[in-house]
């Protein structure tokens, strides 16, 4: 964009198609099968709610409040 004029110049775009992205400058990506899915076993979460809040309290200096 030209600032005094207000007009907008468009540079020139060069928009290159596959056959010359993938011309063998670099190695195309492939999708290849290396990952395992696995299975994480459930484990209940622990309820220590007065632990929780001691150490919460403890942080904000507010013992024997």
Do not use: K
Request: net charge negative; proline share 3%; glycine share 10%.
């Amino acid at each position: 964009m030209e600032m005094d004029t207000g007009r907008i110049v468009e540079e020139g775009v060069v928009a290159y198609d596959d056959e010359v992205l993938n011309a063998g400058w670099a190695e195309v990506p492939r999708v290849e099968a290396r990952l395992q899915e696995a299975v994480a076993e459930r484990r209940e979460p622990v309820a220590d709610v007065d632990g929780y809040l001691a150490r919460l309290y403890a942080a904000q200096g507010m013992v024997g409040r």
